[in-house]
């Protein structure tokens, strides 16, 4: 079975600074998605990011990317210019495709992040 | 175009009781997931249906836990007899098949259940 692992409960961070946070998970399939979720306070789940295993290049989304190491199963999340509404919740979380016969979401523990004005 | 809707946002339920917690899918995606969020954890994957079918219940309790996904209306997440252990955020997703559009999940605001 596949595991999502975050190591950092709690991160913080100054306003307009950037911050990563970390994740690595465990497969042995060879094609898969990782995904970064965002749980504000209003326990909304918002997708910030995506990425496609087989793809190499790393995915971006204006301010948000991530750094995608496929041989070390490490997926990380660089939140740039950091603004006071991206303090939340994060959570990593991996999907299998079709093919791997399961089409769930399996989630790390999550990273608090703190925005410092 | 709405998201995915879940009602309500709020239930208290005393011990014994039923819960009764309701999905309706975006415009278009046929396949439904239940999560649950215990306090300080991410969410736990409980349950995937589509239309009539129970595709994977693998974290699903054994007991007093239900869903279903019917033809016509809402899928629903049934809880009999709660505890306070079944305290916790219940999401519900959705999405077209992987195929289809996308492979990302569409998420509702959650359902907070309390059982006092």
């Known amino acids: 079975a596949q595991t999502v692992t975050q190591s950092q409960p709690e991160m913080s961070v100054q306003e307009a600074e950037t911050v990563t946070l970390s994740c690595t998970y465990d497969?042995?399939?060879?094609?898969?998605?990782l995904f970064w979720y965002k749980q504000p306070p209003s326990r909304q789940m918002i997708l910030v990011i995506r990425?496609?295993?087989?793809?190499?290049q790393n995915a971006t989304e204006n301010r948000f990317s991530v750094n995608f190491q496929k041989a070390a199963k490490s997926f990380s999340l660089k939140i740039s210019d950091s603004q006071l509404g991206d303090a939340a919740m994060y959570f990593c979380?991996?999907?299998?495709?079709?093919?791997?016969?399961?089409?769930?979401?399996?989630f790390g523990k999550g990273t608090k992040l703190t925005v410092n004005p | 175009n709405a998201g995915v809707m879940q009602n309500p946002r709020h239930l208290v339920r005393r011990r014994g009781q039923e819960a009764r917690l309701r999905c309706s899918p975006m415009?278009?995606?046929?396949?439904v997931y239940w999560y649950r969020q215990l306090p300080e954890e991410g969410l736990k994957f409980m349950v995937y249906?589509?239309?009539?079918?129970?595709?994977?219940e693998s974290g699903m309790p054994k007991e007093r836990f239900s869903a279903e996904f019917p033809k016509e209306g809402p899928s629903i997440l049934r809880i009999q007899q709660v505890v306070r252990g079944d305290s916790a955020a219940y999401f519900c997703?959705?999405?077209?098949?992987?195929?289809?559009?996308?492979?990302?999940?569409?998420f509702g605001s959650g359902t907070r259940l309390t059982v006092v």
């Open positions: 990425q496609e295993a087989y793809k190499q």
């Open positions: 415009k278009g995606h046929s396949h």
């Open positions: 249906l589509q239309k009539e079918n129970i595709i994977d």
């Open positions: 497969t042995s399939e060879s094609d898969y998605y």
């Open positions: 979380a991996y999907r299998s495709t079709p093919q791997g016969g399961s089409e769930k979401l399996v």
């Open positions: 997703a959705s999405s077209p098949p992987l195929g289809q559009g996308g492979y990302g999940y569409t």
